[in-house]
């Protein structure tokens, strides 16, 4: 792979196999973690993705305010024997445009958690369509179902709840708080330049778990869940990515495979559906104290999205089984009417 000087940084990507699947196995060798600013620092089989050089990489964004308006600083991406913490602000545009391919193609699979608010960045900072994820937070879900554990309505494993998971991985992450804590008081954190200590520790360690976290889960799920896994990673990616021609210039959704079909029992198409909601109206959708959105959520077995405070403050995002988001658009606009 391609390298830049000898980088002073260096850290642990666990891989199941290391001590026996113990990801804290301080024995195997420390990888670097480079700092790019340059495309020519990144490795050539990621910058050009080919059906024969299958990667699989842990992938994340950090930033101020990470959404379509905010500032896309840095883009980690792990790989077995390096980590590249992608500089958006000494490299800019260019630097991420040169990884459109990658990120854009469905030979590279990048494991992330959670990637809606990243995608959304992605396309409206750079014009790159997020394809071909393997989300850990969907993964964990389906896992969940598999064991005939039935989640609430609003409950979304978090990154340092999955970690914690002794299934999965299994370690204590005391130093997100911390990062959370600057964050809180200074919003702009990973603006600042050059990269500190802290900075590339915490840019590092929010993926050199997920190729570890992502073997554990592959062999898990079974085929059902697999392709859920593929049709709602592509949802999420599209999720806030609002555009004007129905995601027509997206990769298709995933069809269901026909060994699923066969079986008798196939699984209902996964759509996204995006509701506009009218001035003055989404305090009666959601309700005092999310009441109302959370009876129409334990109602239907659909997750439903809002913008937040981060945009858009008009649009309501519904996915899952077609049946069940029609039944959640109608109580939506049940509510809307009210």
């Not at 980088?7 to 420390?30: I, K, M, R, Y």
């Not at 990120?103 to 071909?132: M, P």
């Not at 405070?309 to 959640?328: N, T, Y």
Request: with cysteine; glycine share 6%; aromatic share 8%.
């Amino acid at each position: 792979m391609a390298s830049s000087n000898r980088p002073p940084h260096l850290t642990h990507v666990p891989l199941p196999s290391d001590s026996g699947g113990n990801p804290f196995n301080e024995e195997a060798p420390p990888v670097p973690i480079h700092i790019v600013t340059d495309a020519s620092q990144l490795p050539a089989e990621f910058l050009n993705p080919s059906p024969e050089s299958q990667l699989v990489v842990g992938f994340d964004c950090e930033g101020v305010n990470l959404c379509r308006h905010g500032t896309l600083c840095v883009m980690q991406l792990a790989f077995q024997d390096a980590i590249y913490l992608v500089d958006a602000i000494e490299g800019g545009g260019v630097l991420i445009n040169a990884c459109k391919p990658a990120l854009e193609s469905a030979h590279i699979t990048k494991v992330i958690h959670d990637c809606k608010r990243d995608s959304e960045a992605l396309y409206f900072q750079f014009g790159i369509k997020l394809h071909n994820v393997m989300d850990t937070q969907i993964a964990y879900n389906l896992l969940e179902e598999q064991e005939g554990r039935k989640r609430l309505p609003d409950e979304h494993i978090s990154f340092v709840g999955l970690l914690a998971d002794q299934r999965y991985c299994g370690i204590s992450y005391q130093e997100k708080e911390e990062v959370r804590i600057l964050l809180r008081k200074d919003p702009k954190f990973w603006i600042y330049r050059p990269l500190s200590e802290l900075m590339v520790r915490a840019a590092a360690d929010d993926v050199r778990f997920l190729l570890y976290i992502y073997h554990k889960m592959m062999e898990k799920l079974n085929e059902r869940s697999l392709w859920y896994l593929a049709v709602r990673g592509a949802l999420y990616c599209r999720c806030l990515c609002i555009n004007d021609n129905d995601y027509a210039d997206w990769p298709p959704i995933p069809p269901i495979p026909d060994s699923l079909i066969v079986e008798g029992n196939a699984p209902e198409e996964e759509i996204l559906s995006i509701l506009d909601v009218p001035q003055g109206k989404m305090g009666r959708v959601i309700g005092r104290k999310g009441v109302s959105i959370l009876a129409i959520k334990r109602c239907c077995d659909a997750e439903i999205h809002f913008g937040g405070s981060k945009g858009p403050p008009d649009k309501v995002f519904v996915m899952g089984p077609v049946r069940e988001v029609r039944k959640a658009e109608a109580m939506l606009r049940g509510r809307m009417m009210d």
